[in-house]
């Protein structure tokens, strides 16, 4: 396993744009080896200091989601990686327990990682899941999406608060009246609720 990890450094590393060597390079491995293998190789990769080996790992991740252990490592340890690009490998990783737990199944650990004191956390739910109401359950609840988004609006993490922003916008493509009945509401009273209000409400007109 060790010469594989090191094989891998090898060749991920020559990919500094993108993630699809990462993503295609996981998915295989993971259809050919058992959970109890692939977890094993996964959190050894993890341990890499090449940012793409950790990239191809929270991949795996992704797809061993439905282990507590795993999740409960995303949510704690891969949300303190400082490399940006695992970040948003952990959004989509995220997303992908919530296919394979069903939405609606994930309301409980969505909401436990938006409340989270790591901004990574919250965010990899925030970006994660975009475009939310494109996604079973919030495609028929939109309301549901728009709520937890809203919590954000004065979340302490720029960072984050971009994220909500966004997500609102996509929203409001699709849900123009909702997302403004929403932000009528909002008073802007601090800088953090008027960056989020003003990407917000950038495509309602």
Known sequence: MNEY???????????????????????????????????????????SAVYQVRMYAVFLF??????????????????????????????????KFCKKKGYENALIIIDEWLKNSN??????VTEGLRVWTSRPYFKENPMEAIERLADLREDSSEYVRKSVGNA?????????????NELDSWK?????????????????K
């Open 168 to 180: 609102l916008r996509d929203i409001s493509k699709k849900h123009p009246e909702l997302i403004k």
């Open 62 to 95: 992704g797809y061993l989601s439905d282990d507590d252990d795993i999740l409960v490592f995303m949510r704690d340890t891969v949300s303190k990686d400082d490399n940006w690009r695992v970040q948003e490998i952990l959004a989509k990783s995220f997303d």
């Open 5 to 47: 990890i090191i094989n891998l450094e090898r060749e991920l590393s020559l990919f500094e744009n993108g993630f699809k060597a990462e993503e295609n390079r996981a998915l295989n491995d993971y259809k050919n080896h058992d959970n109890e293998y692939i977890k094993e190789l996964a959190l050894s990769a993890y341990e």
């Open 188 to 204: 802007l009273e601090s800088p953090g609720i008027n960056q989020v209000y003003k990407s917000a409400n950038k495509s309602i």
């Open 119 to 124: 901004p990574n956390t919250r965010r990899a």
